[in-house]
């Protein structure tokens, strides 16, 4: 029980909240949020980002940034929708290799990072560029079309009407995560780099080996979401994942993630990138304009940010909570 | 009440202060009284909470309990603007200055000399340089802070707070990193202000400069202010006695069988600039003291040594008799050596890690089942040092930025003492810790090379080298210029003899 309450006070147990409070307001007003049909849809939508999320928060845990997670997710779906619409290859050999393809995309950027001493900033937002300008050389900004209804089933598939298979993909993803994060050797470095990486240096953390196997990891996550979007839609679009670079880094930070490395979780991630998934719906059946839905994410967002920020901050703590002190120390005395 | 303390002509009157942390009462009903123009000395043992006092004064903490009284009337500060606004300035102990910055810059920083809305770089230059001159330091202005020395950098942090013409000036271990004849120059910048009627507030860990600088003392012990008395009225034994509660043994030394057994030897390290031809080695169970004035290289070679930085070609460096090349800190490592940084808070601890994974960070390897970490096994580990080595703690899962300085030193001692290395290098691993605690780790240092445990102690305190050591090796301006064989008979004045020489 306390470890519940403790985890209710974390930036993602809050996040949680918020997000459920949003659901049951939506509930009251519209009578069909908490429908088997909306929870599919809703979370089948959000485990594409929240897997590009888990991407970017193991980047982010060591102190880096990864701006190039959407793109290569972009340059292997469209080699995915290649490999099956124009050479025929079996669409789970292919989802496979495409797959795999994004580890040396991921590896480009690990290895300018470490080996040049450059800002991970930087680097991804020039490869972020150079794997965009690919996608458009090749496919010429037109879609490819016509991929077999199996790789389609697959991705877009729903276990008895309620449970997405691309949910229960993303759950092993998480758990295989955690796991590695907990307790490898691996997963305590990736921390430990983003905690103080003077620190890693001298206790013999293999700061550039742990760093490039990260971005690697990271384009390998991302090309997954990638290849999988291009299969669900059955076809390929340059467009495809676009909002995954932000999307992906609101996923992390509201999962309590911190930008500085060091602190955050993957399963915290999931919680952030249903929030987003949770408003975008709800615009949706409140029947507001679409346009609508940047501004209330990001408006969630800094709220959500602003609440973890005051919890986080004495004088603003205190602030907050003089009146309601000053009762506790009345019934106190007596 | 007020009356009373206008009458006694306080210039800062702090009544009861209390401030509690998670797990810790920090401050318990503390009270301090500053006058015009004295030095009043701040001493205590670490986590005493002297630290803690200066930062609810310079509203860096917000207090729980009590009142501060600035002139007889009462005042809430609530942040360091507010502290700054009444000319209460704090040079922490911990460096904070931008280091792509000039001098000049850092000295006004966030106290910008301002002519029709622009900084007045010309005015910032020429009164920076005014303002070092009070501390009798003469350096260009316009190069970067990090360009400079620790201790240089140290006299920039406090000149910026003279920029702010303090009414109130706090200095936390000022003369930790510096040198003699800065620290004396300090001491005469400190009379000056004194005549101008600062009222200064003096922390230190060095018992000998409070006897001889401070006014007044107020001794505090966990969290309590114990006594406050006039200089004069008290000697350094009975401070020491009344700061640990307890009669405190003065560093002692004691003499140890070596074997003749070398574990590590290095012959001609150089690296331009920092230092030159460094022969040297160290006997399996021996202490090694480096000594030498601050700057003159001891850091730098060993840090060449533990392989964060490389050597010229034409060194050679050997471990058990074999040639190895040591390039890097893992390859250090895989040879059993193992490194404590001068630097706890740059290099030493991962801050956001709890007491538990700072302990074992780089043991991980011995305590995996089929790859993944046994945490039960990393647990009863850490729990052994912390009992060990009565490391102050909450709890293995408390962060180790909640722990004071002394704790955090022996979490990263412990750190190598788990992962069982042959050799330990420590840089001033007493710097800015307090007399028990030093006491402390002096013990476990002999008892690590009671082991066989070959250890390098460098450390800018004369006493602790000539206390520790088994061996001197003697650093001037990059060079080896002796080595004193025989500690025994040695004196401070044996070992600037040898530096100079």
């Given amino acids: ?334 | 009440m007020q009356k009373l303390s206008q009458s006694d002509n306080y210039i800062i009157e702090m009544k009861n202060i209390t401030k509690t942390f998670p797990g810790t009462k920090a401050l318990d009903r503390a009270c301090l009284k500053l006058r015009k123009g004295e030095v009043h000395a701040l001493v205590g043992e670490n986590g005493a909470g002297k630290s803690t006092l200066m930062n609810v004064l310079t509203g860096q903490y917000s207090m729980d309990e009590g009142e501060i009284f600035i002139n007889g009337d009462q005042l809430r500060i609530s942040s360091p603007e507010d502290a700054l606004k009444k000319n209460i300035v704090l040079v922490p102990q911990e460096l904070n200055l931008i280091p792509e910055a000039s001098v000049a810059e850092n000295i006004f920083l966030g106290n910008e000399i301002i002519r029709s809305g622009m900084i007045d770089s010309k005015a910032t230059k020429s009164k920076a340089k005014d303002i070092l001159k009070i501390l009798n330091v003469d350096i260009d202005v316009t190069q970067p802070v990090k360009k400079l020395s620790a201790a240089y950098q140290q006299l920039v942090s406090i000149a910026h707070a003279l920029a702010y013409s303090p009414k109130v000036l706090i200095l936390d271990e000022p003369t930790s990193v510096l040198t003699n004849v800065e620290a004396e120059n300090l001491f005469q910048a400190m009379k000056l202000l004194k005549q101008h009627g600062t009222a200064i507030v003096f922390i230190t860990h060095h018992l000998d400069e409070v006897m001889e600088q401070a006014d007044r003392i107020t001794i505090m012990k966990d969290g309590k202010v114990v006594e406050e008395v006039l200089t004069c009225g008290i000697t350094k034994d009975e401070m020491i006695t009344k700061m640990a509660g307890k009669k405190v043994q003065k560093f002692q030394r004691i003499k140890r069988d070596i074997s003749d057994e070398v574990f590590y030897e290095a012959k001609h390290l150089s690296r331009p600039g920092e230092f030159q031809n460094v022969s040297f080695h160290v006997c399996k169970g021996e202490i090694l003291g480096v000594a030498g004035l601050v700057g003159a290289g001891r850091t730098e070679i060993f840090k060449c040594v533990f392989g964060i930085t490389q050597s010229e070609p034409g060194a050679h460096i050997y471990i058990e008799g074999k040639e190895v090349k040591i390039n890097s800190p893992i390859v250090a490592i895989a040879h059993g050596m193992g490194y404590v940084s001068e630097d706890r808070r740059h290099d030493g601890i991962t801050p956001g890690m709890s007491v538990m994974e700072n302990l074992v960070l780089p043991s991980y390897g011995k305590i995996l089942d089929h790859g993944l970490i046994n945490y039960k096994k990393a647990a009863s580990l850490a729990d052994q040092y912390i009992r060990e080595m009565s490391i102050k703690t909450a709890s293995r899962e408390t962060m180790v930025k909640n722990l004071s300085g002394g704790n955090q030193q022996k979490v990263i001692v412990a750190r190598w003492i788990a992962k069982g290395v042959k050799m330990l290098i420590l840089d001033e691993p007493t710097r800015g810790i307090d007399v028990n605690a030093k006491g402390e780790i002096h013990n476990l240092i002999r008892q690590l090379a009671d082991q066989g445990v070959a250890v390098v102690v460098i450390s800018s305190e004369m006493d602790e080298v000539l206390a520790l050591a088994d061996r001197i090796m003697v650093i001037h301006r990059g060079k080896v210029s002796g080595f004193i064989d025989n500690v025994d008979l040695a004196t401070k004045k044996d070992v600037l003899k040898v530096a100079f020489q």
């Fill in chain 1, 1 to 334: 029980m306390d470890k519940v309450i403790k985890f209710f006070k974390t930036t993602p147990g809050m996040v949680l909240i918020v997000t459920l409070l949003v659901g049951v307001a939506v509930q009251i007003a519209t009578g069909n949020f908490f429908t088997a049909y909306n929870i599919s849809t809703l979370t089948r939508a959000a485990s594409f980002v929240i897997i590009v999320g888990f991407a970017q928060t193991i980047v982010l845990l060591t102190g880096g940034i990864d701006l190039s997670v959407a793109t290569i997710g972009s340059v292997c779906g469209m080699a995915n929708a290649i490999f099956m619409v124009q050479y025929g290859m079996n669409p789970f050999l292919s989802i496979l290799v495409t797959t795999l393809f994004g580890i040396p995309l991921g590896a480009i950027n690990g290895f300018f990072i470490t080996k040049f001493k450059l800002t991970p900033f930087i680097v991804t937002l020039a490869t972020m560029e150079i794997y965009q300008g690919i996608v458009y050389v090749i496919t010429k900004g037109m879609p490819i079309t016509g991929m077999p209804d199996s790789a389609g089933n697959f991705a877009d598939g729903v276990i008895g009407s309620i449970l997405p298979n691309i949910v229960i993909i993303m759950v092993i993803i998480c758990i295989i995560l955690t796991i590695m994060l907990k307790k490898t050797r691996f997963g305590r470095y990736i921390y430990a780099l983003g905690g103080n990486r003077n620190c890693a240096k001298i206790v013999g953390i293999p700061i550039d080996r742990v760093e490039i196997l990260v971005y690697c990891l990271s384009g390998l996550l991302s090309a997954f979401a990638g290849v999988m979007m291009s299969c669900k839609l059955e076809s390929f679009q340059a467009t495809i994942g676009e909002s995954w670079q932000m999307g992906s880094i609101t996923a992390a930070v509201l999962g309590g993630t911190s930008m500085l490395g060091g602190f955050g979780s993957v399963i915290g991630t999931i919680i952030g990138g249903l929030l987003t998934g949770v408003i975008s719906t709800c615009i949706t059946l409140l029947r507001v304009s679409s346009y609508w839905e940047t501004i209330v994410t990001g408006v969630v967002v800094l709220i959500a940010i602003l609440i973890d920020a005051v919890r986080d901050n004495e004088t603003f703590h205190k602030k907050f909570n003089r009146g309601f002190k000053k009762n506790k120390k009345h019934t106190t005395d007596r």
